[in-house]
């Protein structure tokens, strides 16, 4: 599942980032801010029509991001915190 | 007497508090400038410490990560390993760290450390993790860690005296240890269980608030009313100050005017300098009010929410997420808001917020409406508590907001490229604002106003004043002295355009100074009107009877929407190399304001 | 015109003089940096010492300074010349 499809206030562990194409500086500045395997993450809050952007936290950080951003972002199945 | 003196650097991640930290290990003592070669700023300080030892302070800029994906990051580690070509090597690294988030600012502490360089780690807002019951075991982590740590709070007085200590009486401080474990991220969530013990991940204030702030419709409800109530605020506390102020003018001009010998000279200081310059002057205490409630809320971190909330919009009519930060700017100068358009990548997105920043109505506008307000809108309540003049205002620069939206969304039709709009904003913890910081922000504010004043619009003004009174009217003249001179030639001329927008010849030539300064109009209206004869009035009293409600408000709505000063002028030339785009920019505004101006004045005319 | 008060009108005249050259400064920076390059170079031609002195104190300096080329009265900073990857909301540069 990737975080887009999280619903609000429901807690997931993050699987993994994946880069959308090759040297992809976004991915890896997600991985630095704490988007790493295990860590628990949550949707606080998405803008209405279609949630772009919304706004999650990580660790005990909060980042607002687009979905394109999040969309690299994979959650472990089956994971509720 | 101490030894040599010491270089250190600050740094941290953004939002760790480390620019009020720097603030108070330096004072007012700043300096400000680039790094060789970039255009990375370059903050720099000094302060003496305890032992009488020299300290030099490099605030360098905040970042994630030593990756280098950014020039800023590039110079921090740069700098840090004593490789920027003309800086001194760092006798000591202080790593700053938010300590209610060490989750995230650990991590870049391990980065620094793997520098190998002596370090020392700054445990900042131990205040707040003292308020949220997080505590750190700081002997466990600083043995760990291998380095010294020190709690610190930076915004309270003598919150970095145990820092200063630290930084004064140690001897060479031994370079941390290698590191342990390959993976920061691991390694970090040792050193968390290990060391600290939080008892909830977030703030419940900043939840509380967030509830409400991120709210889609809540949030833009709590922005506007943000907005509204800064505009209230200015009026109901800046207005008796420049009241006050016009007064103490006017009796300092009546006094020097008795004192000076009969003869130009006496017009000059009385017409030219103190009513000019002091009615501009005036305006000083609601730029001033108006910014103490713009740095009170960047202090508070509101502003990522307002990003957030505003987003939207911005990308509905084609501005992107990043449009956000310099259109913002521009509520201060239009310049550093078009630079700041750097950041954005898309071309068109980039070339259409230049375009619209300028509409953002700037400080330098603020007298101007001041101005025609303080004369023209009735000091009236407004559902009791609320005042109409500031309600006025508040229009005013909603109106220059909708007019940018308006004028993007026609941008964007034009031309459209698709290209990944990155955000990536850090919402940090709200806290309270920084009262010295603020002060320091405030003390910057008048210091470039009066700069300003002293510069370019005392030159304007004598420049003024000078063509207002000569050449004097020839013998046997009809009408006042004033049409005689140059100003009335050119006024007179100018007003044949600008007539339809019911503008008066000496509005017209006003226009003119207020393309080097905005605020140069209130002063120049000054100097053309005590020339002329209005002798001991102030100017919004000489406004109110010489021209009618309806030119004034057709005079606010050209400054809402006018072409702007010649200093954004050059910019957007440097900024895009071309001079198409100055045409159109300057083009399309006039456009706009002789329309607006043309409505506004015909319509307030029809329905008086 | 009143004899008497010559020195008045000197004194408005240099005042009037030294503002015009300010604005034209601000407004075509690089063309004042011309002309003040002219009078130098023609001042180190002469024979005298000391115009000569005063001719290197004039010659402009190689870099132009401020943001607007000097334009500008310097409200703020210089952005970056790459995007960085995150916002960082900042409503001005402190100075």
Redesign the interface.
Known sequence: MRLTELAKGVGAIVDQVTDLHAAD??A???R???F?RG??VRV??S???GG??I?V?I????????R??AERVTLATGAAA | MSSAALNIALVGNPNCGKTALFNQLTGARQKVANYAGVTVERKSGAFTAPSGRHVRVVDLPGAYSLQSVSPDERVTQAVLQGRYPGEAVPDLIVCVADATNLRLHLRFVLEVRRLGRPMVLALNMMDAAARRGIRIDVAALSQRLGMPVIETIAVRRGGTRALVAAIDTQAPVPAPAAPELDDLHVEVRALLADTVVMPAPTDRRDDAIDRIALHPVFGVLLLALTMFLVFQAVYAIGKPMTDAIADAFGTLGGVVGEWLPEGPLRGLVTDGLLAGLGTVLGFLPQILVLFFFILLLEESGYLPRAAFVLDKLMVSVGLSGRSFIPLLSSFACAIPGIMGTRSITDPRDRLATILVAPLMTCSARLPVYALLIGAFIPHRPVLGIFNLQGLALFCLYVAGIAAAMFVAWVAKRVGRSRQERALLMELPSYRLPNWRDIALGLWERGAIFLKRLTGVMLALTVLMWAICTFPSAPEGATRAAIDYSIAGYIGHSLQLLFAPLGFNWQISLSLIPAFAARETAVATLATVYAVGGEEGAALQSALATHISLASALSLMVWFAFAPQCMSTLAIIRRETQSWRMVALSFGYMFVLAYAASFLTYNIARWLA | MNHTLWWQYAVIAALVTASACYMLRKLAPSASWRWQARLASWLMRRRSGRWQALGRRWLPPVKSGGCGGGACDGCGDSGDALPPLEQKIQFHRRR
């Open positions: 500086a976004v890896s500045r997600l630095d801010l704490g790493v860590e628990p606080v809050a803008a209405p029509f772009d952007p706004v936290q660790g005990s950080t909060r980042f607002a991001l687009r394109a951003e």
